[in-house]
């Protein structure tokens, strides 16, 4: 039986984008300062949930919300079931949008808002795939669950309850990479780098950064002109933007504060080379001020250790494996005021490697009085062969609808739902040589793109449960 999947997609298209569109409308971002018994992540987490599981449930499919942390569709019959992982939980939205983050635009062919790429997008691609195979009535042999976290841009909170509560089958993707398909996934994991306070000084407060995944697109510092010339500091201002010119800045003076901020350009963290770290170009320029001891010492590091160096050579971190890839760092959370200094360091890292290796090569590259813990949990590499049967299948299926024979499975950066399964991967929905917008302002889904992914996925899926 010979299946048009594209034209099966065609005849819906008005319907995913009506269902995208009230998805991504909601700010689902993870809300601890709002939850309730009821609403453990906060209010936009569960709503979105409770949205996608709607649609599966108007379309005749069963449910399963458990504890508005994880959801669950379900799709077939029979012992073995294939999962699907996606999540509906987004990144702040950050500066620098040209509409609003959560209201959906469609211009040029692509819908603009927050979650449109990341995860949004592809997640519904991949329902409405199960969708048309449950419309066709196509005879199956397995069963899928598609199983949608909520809190999978921090620490997976929803995710790892419904593991604790439901049971997750072996075998899988991820709809929330790259195709052809991401077969390797580097350990993910945080450090808190904590300096000693300086109660009083020229440097007031400075604080970059909203998530530890995103490099900072802005950074601010506040400066107490009884400890410095306003004049010098100005001058001493304009020309390191002159010298940068890939950042921008201003200065202002309100009660012999002068705040001063700079923006650069948010990225991925899995790809800090893509982004402008606002943070360490900020901390450069003050670095070249006059700074008390311990101010300096927190200054200078930035500057000297972190700035620019994605590779972590200056921690002595850097590692390179054969089939994984570098190890990357990027600095993406700054807190200092008299209160405390420290620095949230994000490293994706290959095999070669664990939280303790890191640990110790960390600590023993830090100036005498600074230290550096793990922070959240650690998240170990993860691989599956190119050769396995389900990569094969994957990959078969986006080779027929694409053309493209040539581009092989990857490993990356990124951390997905993926790894969670004892053989699982990432499966698009971005295509080779797309932008990634994932984490950044005026992110976007090329509508044509997001309705070829949904034939992909609508094929493999078959491939796997036929």
Excluded: C
Excluded at 377 to 387: E, G, M, R, S
């Amino acid at each position: 039986m010979s299946i048009d999947w594209e034209k099966e997609v065609a005849h819906r298209s008005d319907e995913l984008i009506n269902d995208l569109s009230e998805l991504v409308s909601i700010n689902s971002q993870r809300d601890i300062e709002h939850k309730t018994s009821d609403y453990p992540l906060g209010p936009g987490p569960a709503k979105a949930l409770q949205t996608f599981l709607h649609f599966a449930d108007r379309d005749g499919f069963a449910t399963k919300n458990v504890d508005n942390l994880a959801g669950r569709i379900e799709f077939g019959e029979g012992n073995d079931a294939i999962a699907i992982l996606g999540h509906v939980d987004v990144v702040p939205e950050g500066p620098g949008w040209n509409t609003d983050p959560f209201e959906p635009v469609i211009k040029d062919g692509n819908l603009y808002a927050r979650g449109a790429s990341d995860d949004k997008g592809p997640s519904l691609a991949s329902y409405y795939a199960l969708k048309i195979i449950s419309e066709l009535k196509l005879p199956t042999s397995k069963k899928v669950e598609l199983i949608l976290g909520t809190d999978e841009e921090s620490e997976w909170v929803g995710m790892n309850h419904y593991m604790e509560k439901e049971t997750m089958p072996d075998t899988g993707f991820s709809p929330d990479a790259e195709f052809p398909a991401i077969n390797g996934e580097k350990g993910i994991v945080s450090f808190l780098v904590n300096f000693p306070t300086s109660n009083t000084g020229l440097v007031k407060s400075f604080n970059a950064g909203i998530r530890p995944n995103m490099v900072p697109q802005s950074a601010k510092a506040e400066l107490d002109l009884s400890f410095g010339n306003i004049d010098t500091i100005k001058s001493a201002f304009n020309s390191f933007l002159n010298d940068n010119t890939e950042i921008k800045g201003n200065l202002d003076i309100t009660d012999e504060v002068a705040t001063l901020e700079i923006t650069g350009k948010g990225s991925h963290a899995m790809e800090p080379f893509n982004g402008i770290n606002a943070a360490t170009y900020l901390a450069k320029f003050l670095n070249q001020l006059d700074l008390n001891d311990n101010q300096k010492l927190y200054f200078s590091f930035i500057t000297n250790e972190l700035h620019l160096d994605f590779a972590g050579s200056k921690l002595g971190i850097q590692n390179t494996d054969d089939v994984m890839g570098d190890l990357t760092m990027t600095p993406d959370i700054f807190e200092f005021d008299e209160s405390k200094a420290n620095i949230l360091l994000n490293i994706r890292y290959p095999k070669g490697d664990t939280g303790d290796t890191l640990t110790e090569k960390i600590n023993s590259a830090l100036p005498d009085g600074v230290t550096a813990t793990i922070e959240g949990h650690n998240q170990l590499p993860h691989f599956v062969p190119a050769d396995d049967t389900l990569v094969q299948a994957l990959v078969g299926a986006y080779r027929d609808h694409t053309g493209d024979k040539e581009t092989e499975p990857f490993t990356v950066g990124g951390g997905t739902y993926g790894r969670i399964l004892k053989n699982g991967v990432a499966f698009g929905a971005m295509f080779p040589g797309d932008e990634n917008v994932m984490h950044q302002p005026n992110e976007y889904i090329n509508l044509d793109k997001l309705f070829k992914s949904t034939a992909i996925y609508a094929d493999a899926i078959y491939r796997l449960i036929k």
